[in-house]
């Protein structure tokens, strides 16, 4: 069965929003099978809504539709629907009890707007909404079902999960699309294709291969289409041992996996605790260390060190020293790290020094310039890097870097 | 004149990339008068780009693609343009010599796959690609102008910034379309909605409302179509300040405004140094500081205290303190701010210190409680904030209302 996601608002269109609803509904579909055929985002315009329903309607046996459910005048698809599905508005009790229940505890007076939005079409299933006011809404039409959810992601998310997932799985049986990814780090696009050439020469025409490149990570997708799960699984897994063989050095994660979830995983399995001195990196890694759920158990904290007065009262960088090296170097970036180490009495610690950008670089220390440097009791190491000369590139680059020497000593630990 | 933008790429459908160039793309064609009728997003499938190719054509004046021009196989759009075009490709020695160039300094072997990305359709405009070795291409064909991108991001933008908004601003004089954003803070949108009923009553209907919420933040955008720029700004200008005497005291900025920027910038104009103390937001807002160029002048540094120790090692927090009313309460909250202030020997310092979950509540203190204190030398103050469930939310919306807090108190001070 073939899906379309259609994601109304004007604020896509402008470019005001970037629509991440799409990724999430994608996703939860492929995992019970149901591809996504088209996306279309359109406006808060009656007549894009009727016509890029009728366009659907042409293939789709699915149509899942976000946004413009809204309190406000500007939002308009719940109206639109109501006529595309020949029926009218009534007043639902149950959804008012619900909005009363959800705005009065916040100290929400009761407007007419928020009535309204108790106002549904007769003819449609309701998907309870838990967290918001806007409920989801379920039509059928000629073997097609409609689906029309809140655009707020959070809202979204939980009627997809509580509601759409579990009756998709129920009302259709499908062998789920398979996907297996790996993540690797190390080589580019074309290197990496150069290195796997005669595996994906071999590779089944069952097996699709795509090569999804991002800021210091390049990762390998093998999707199985239109297979019972067992077969796929086997197919996936025969031909990713062959790969496996071929590019383990470069082999970091796996499908949902991220470089923080792995990091934190290893120091959890080993009882090792972490701390962190930054600078160019602005909090970026201890941002992404905290993004992990649980990590207080081996993450200690983080000094972001940005003037040099901090790097030396809160981490025991010399002031001798910065004056010899300057800032940006190796000796400061290794003294930041035992810094953070000792002062956090952590097992081992990284720290980042560097140009972030736009401005502040010479000749010898261009724009993008960053050393990196990971402690523990036993040894300091540092490497330098070059990246660009974009601010927000090199700071992500700079962290993901990071991390990887992190992982890189961690593993020969004990 | 109407615009389609195409993102092709199979991990777009599957949700696996979430699409931001589109949203690149929309803004800046907005800024030079063209319209967005359309966003479609297709999969690496030579029928999907031929049927999206000819349904844009329908309407649109102009056509913007991105994606699947990479070395890999699992890109086609090019050989699909080329046939779609009725041309072939042919080797371009001067982008064969460009690719020499990027590749060669990065100590990267020149594949064959690379030297393909050379071969370009024979009856396209080349757009350089400065960054990257996948060339941008422009076709013409019956009155519709169709650009085809790379789609990693930074490369996309380059291109259109370097060469195809200049070419479109040259080839059409076209009246912009005006938007006006103004952010506010403390009102819900039901709130907001009935707080300017009788502003939005009155509106001329050549201006267009929207209410774009999200976590802390609701976003009002007024826009105006088809008119010229002294009249469309004139009117804007209008109904913004009528706006601006009813919310005057949400309103914390305009139209690319972020809040770390407008925090940046009191700081600058006032003279006054920051610093930091996170627990819960674990590093959020340092990094939402430090991703504004220039902030080295007025940022000092944070200290990120996830362990109880670290509170009291680094910020010279109590101990008992810490153990008579717990590490989230008003008491730790000040202390860490007023450490953080005395450590980095800055004018103001922020700390928040809470339960970001998804674990550690309690009946008393549940997941989504934060405490939050800003710290002068004349005074530290603190509030409690109960947010929600999703630690990822948590984090992001304790970090915003840190930063605004912060603001309150900056626009006082001399």
Redesign the interface.
Known sequence: MLAEIITIG???????????N?????????KIGI??????????IRE?IIAALDDASKYAGLVIMTGGL?????DITKQTLAEYFNTRLVLNTDVLDHIRTL?IPRG??I?D??IRQAELPENCSILHNAAG?AQGMLFKKSNTIYISLPG?P?EMKGIMTDHVIPMLKDAFMLDP?Q?L?VHTHGL????M??KIASW?EQLSPAI??????SPGILRL?L?VYNTDIVTGNALLETEMSKLRSLISDYIFGYDSDTLEEITGKILRDKGLTLS?A?SC???????M???V????DY?????????N??KC??LGVSHEDIDKNGAVSRLIAEEMARGARC???ADIAVATTGI?????GTTEKPVGSVWIAVSTTDLTTAERFTFGD????N?QRAAIAALFMLRKVLIKMD
Chains 1, 2 share one sequence.
């Not at 004007?10 to 991440?20: A, F, H, K, M």
């Not at 809204?70 to 500007?74: A, C, I």
């Not at 580019?188 to 290197?191: D, H, R, V």
């Not at 990196?281 to 941002?287: L, N, Q, V």
């Open positions: 004007d604020e896509i269109l402008i470019g005001q929003v970037v629509d991440s799409s990724a999430f509904i994608a996703d939860a579909l492929n591809r996504v055929g088209k996306i279309t985002s359109i406006g808060d894009q809204g309190p406000t005048n500007d705005l929400i007076r407007h707007s928020n006011t707020v959070f699309i996907h990814t580019g696009e074309s290197a294709a150069l994906e699709k291969l795509a090569y999804l490149p997708r999707s962190v930054e990196t602005g909090g970026k890694i201890a941002s260390i905290t993004s759920p649980g990590c207080s993450f200690m904290g983080s000094v972001i060190a940005y003037s007065d901090s009262k809160l002062r956090f009495n972030a950008g736009p401005s502040g974009n601010r927000s590139r700071i």
